[in-house]
């Protein structure tokens, strides 16, 4: 239909606006009166923060670009000016090395909420795919900008990672010099890492608004994994869950600054104050930390291609993830069965990240197959299985009134104190 | 709430744990923990140390170590003035040019100029070193795992001999600290080699202790100014935080079907 | 956690509190509001900042030029802060045509004796005030416009032996840089 969309807006100017191209309507509905499960716990904070996460990010990377130079001969020595010589240069650098920290912190605690409250299952599948492109992509841009700084770390990083697709047969090598622009990790490399980190996140933008649609259209899932029966059991968006949000930043912030302020290279690697020198190969090259479980995996197979298939496997079965869990429950909180197998792999990921940060010899090599054994495990065998013999406790009848039935084992999940009924 | 605290730790578990892990080659003992005045959560740096570091750095080791980030007007921060570092940057000659008839030509230094290279580069370094390189000291701190610790360790950790049964290496030097032990460089720091202004005696781990807080201000000279942002950030953060908490009590206060 | 769940759940309506509550609240919220304004605020600034000099640009904001090889009427140009600047070496001519001109006659009236610090050395930003192209008249070769001086080429300005703007859209004339003599052969600019 052609008209003016009516609107509800009172200021004039904004009223049309709204009526010409209804933005302020929209926002409105999605984000203020956007009707929202009311038993949220703060586990439910994170996907606003990692929101906030990646425009820091790109603000700060922005201004960085601003005096960096990506060029092999310059780009440690600019990145130095930066720290030295640009006005709070230091600040927005640290913030941006350590702000892409915290945002694998934040992401990976929304991914094992979303694991631990089943959020992947019907009707949001896609809503959780496209949450995995969203952290391949993340992984791709930080892999990039760890490059930037061309300190020893960023170029046989570059190097070891690359050099990845050259497991693949007959086309592997073509594909690594074609990654290259050249016969090694250098200018060209270096150059298009650069615009690549530029793009990619933009290209997360993207993602991150179609995941939002998504999630508008499904709604959220909550702690106890059931879908709201009426109004009873939701409120507006605003101001319930902006105050909770702004309260978690807050929060989120105080640990971020400590980290700028304070440890701003704990989370980094001492060689990559070295500048790049392509003879001399670090003694121990490790990834950053948020790559280490995967880093483990590629190195608990000693058959090369094997290793990078099922490195690049872990992120894969993420995807199928929803058909591979078989258990119509949402919320492990109903899953007795589940449950010590949910927290076993959220630890063997931990103990993945340390074998990855171990040199791979030794007792490290075993506990990393073992890690892998069970990551895998738990997806493809340890899910689809426990769907079918699980017997899950009751499910309440509905959000705002989880006791009434069956209410005897809920309140040993102390995590929501059930709401009385008044 | 024990489940929210278990994940929380393993939060913190990922976040803080892991980095931890992998420095270190094989059997050199960990450098012994120092006090020093830049150490801590506020530490600032000893300006009279420092400078004192800065003298041990022009008259030891910059006979082959380069600190090409660093420029004499730096020297301000570690409490120099601007005539004592225009007296300094006039001692050097610094390459310039081309000049009018395309040559290069030397100059005295200005305090705008990088500190000066002894070498021109690193193949011309290598050749006067016995093949070694002296690296490069401006980051050293930053570029060490174990930190200000390590090169003070490093430079008070010569032996004159091997430890018994260790055949000796010819051109080469026993440390205690240095990853595998042999170090091409020398014995840098021996007593009373250079003459401290302030009467300081210049002991080895005196200069030492002077030179690595020169060297801590060299990698990071926005130290101070960081952590002086950081307490006021955090606390504002904080008391925002408590607001913002008493506001989410009040609006949510609401909600009581 | 979840603090509805905490909250003492006396059977009041809903949205039950009102008079001294609502404005304690009113005034917390306005206070957080506030606050949270003023560190966004803060935020801004280091970011704006981040954009002006740095200081490694401040720290060559000046040149020392020597003046002994350059001959009487002959002009040289020197780079100071990523701008020419014009050094020339007058002759008595030059001089003498600098403070014959009436200023009631400039459209930019200035003294001669208030553009230079010794009469025989001008130094000038080479840069029209006009809209930012360098003007001729530095070599031998180059047209000097009608008064001597310099001439912009880009929308025909005219300058004269003092570097006053004399016919022509600049506005202003050519700008004096601060500098000063280090000795009688030497000065530094900036």
């Known amino acids: 239909m052609v008209g003016l969309h009516k609107s509800e807006m009172k200021n004039p100017v904004v009223r049309w606006i709204d009526e010409r191209l209804p933005i302020p309507s929209m926002l409105n509905q999605e984000y203020a009166k956007f009707p929202t499960p009311k038993n949220f716990n703060y586990f439910w904070n994170f996907g606003a923060l990692a929101m906030v996460n990646l425009v820091i990010m790109i603000v700060t990377g922005i201004f960085l670009a601003m005096h960096y130079t990506p060029h092999t001969s310059y780009a440690f020595d600019s990145v130095e000016r930066i720290m030295r010589d640009v006005n709070f240069g230091w600040l927005i650098r640290y913030i941006h090395m350590n702000g892409a920290s915290m945002f694998f912190i934040v992401v990976f605690i929304h991914i094992f909420r979303g694991l631990y409250y089943g959020s992947y299952k019907a009707p949001r599948e896609l809503l959780w795919i496209l949450g995995v492109v969203i952290l391949l992509l993340m992984m791709a841009t930080a892999f990039m900008g760890y490059v930037l700084p061309w300190g020893q770390m960023s170029f046989w990083g570059a190097t070891v990672i690359t050099n990845l697709f050259s497991a693949f047969p007959i086309v592997g090598e073509s594909i690594v010099v074609w990654l290259w622009g050249g016969f090694s990790v250098d200018n060209p490399t270096l150059n298009r890492f650069f615009s690549l980190h530029y793009l990619l996140p933009f290209l997360i933008v993207g993602v991150v608004f179609l995941h939002v649609v998504a999630l508008h259209i499904t709604g959220s899932n909550n702690p106890l994994g059931i879908e709201p029966k009426g109004p009873q059991d939701t409120i507006p968006f605003h101001p319930y869950y902006t105050i909770k949000d702004t309260f978690g930043l807050c929060i989120y912030l105080i640990v971020f600054a400590f980290l700028v302020f304070f440890m701003p290279n704990y989370l980094g690697h001492a060689d990559n104050y070295i500048p790049a020198n392509p003879l001399v190969t670090p003694a121990h090259i490790v990834p950053e930390w948020y790559f280490l479980p995967f880093y483990a995996i590629l190195r608990a197979v000693p058959d090369k291609l094997g290793g990078v298939l099922l490195m690049f496997g872990s992120i894969l079965v993420l995807f199928v993830l929803p058909w591979l869990d078989t258990s119509p429950v949402r919320s492990m909180k109903f899953r007795p069965l589940a449950r010590p197998f949910f927290w076993m792999f959220a630890i063997i990921c931990v103990v993945l990240g340390y074998a990855g940060a171990m040199p791979a010899e030794g007792i490290w090599v075993t506990v990393s197959q073992v890690g892998t054994a069970y990551y895998f495990m738990y997806f493809l065998v340890i899910l689809p299985v426990l769907g079918k013999i699980e017997k899950p406790r009751p499910l309440p009848e509905s959000i705002s009134a989880p006791v009434l039935r069956g209410g005897g084992p809920i309140m040993a999940g102390a995590a929501a104190k059930p709401m009385e009924k008044a | 709430m024990m489940r929210i605290l278990r994940t929380t730790a393993l939060a913190a578990a990922l976040a803080l744990g892991l980095p931890i892990a992998a420095h270190a080659a094989g059997e050199v003992p960990k450098p012994p923990a120092q006090n020093w005045s830049f150490g801590g959560l506020f530490g600032t740096f000893d300006r009279a140390s420092a400078q004192r570091g800065f003298q041990v750095y022009k008259e030891v080791c910059a006979a082959c170590h380069a600190m090409k980030q660093i420029s004499y007007r730096n020297l301000a921060d570690i409490g120099l003035s601007d005539a004592e570092i225009r007296a300094i940057a006039a001692d050097v000659q610094v390459k310039d040019g081309p000049n009018d008839d395309g040559d290069m030509f030397e100059r005295p230094g200005r305090p705008s100029d990088r500190f000066r290279s002894p070498f021109a580069n690193e193949k011309a370094a290598r050749a006067v070193n016995n093949g070694a390189y002296p690296v490069d000291l401006s980051l050293i701190i930053k570029a060490r795992g174990g930190g200000a610790d390590y090169l003070y360790a490093l430079l008070t950790g010569y032996r004159d001999e091997p430890p018994e049964g260790v055949p000796a290496m010819d051109g080469m030097h026993w440390n205690d600290y240095f990853p595998g032990h042999w170090i091409a460089m020398g014995r840098p720091l021996n007593d009373d080699q250079v003459t401290f202004a302030d009467g300081t005696p210049a002991t080895t781990s005196q200069m030492a202790r002077d030179l690595t807080t020169f060297m801590a201000w060299a990698a990071e000279p926005e130290l101070e100014e960081r952590r002086a942002m950081g307490v006021r950030v955090i606390l504002f953060l904080i008391i925002l935080a408590g607001m913002t908490y008493g506001v989410k009590r009040k609006i949510w206060a609401d909600l009581k079907h | ?190």
């Open chain 3, 1 to 190: 956690m979840a603090d509805a769940a905490t909250a003492p759940s006396t059977g009041t309506a809903p949205h039950g509190s009102t008079g001294p509550a609502e404005t304690r609240r009113d005034f917390l919220k306005l206070t957080t509001a506030a606050m949270a304004a003023v560190g966004v605020g803060a935020v801004v600034w280091p970011f704006i900042q981040s954009m002006n000099p740095s200081a490694s640009v401040l720290a060559l904001a000046s040149t020392e030029v020597d003046l002994a090889p350059i001959t009487e009427g002959q002009s040289i140009t020197v780079m100071w802060r990523g701008k020419p600047v014009f050094v020339r070496h007058r002759t008595a001519d030059d001089i003498k045509a600098a403070n014959d001109v009436a200023l009631n006659t400039l459209p930019d009236p200035q003294a001669d004796g208030a553009r230079v610090q010794k009469a025989e050395w001008l130094v000038m930003i080479g840069v029209c005030t006009h809209l930012g192209c360098v003007p001729l008249g530095q070599r031998p070769t180059d047209a000097k416009g009608d008064f001597g001086g310099w001439f912009c080429p880009c929308h025909g300005s005219h300058y004269d032996t003092s570097g006053r703007i004399r016919r022509g859209p600049a506005p202003r004339n050519l700008d004096v840089p601060e500098y000063t003599f280090v000795n009688d052969t030497n000065i530094r600019i900036g």
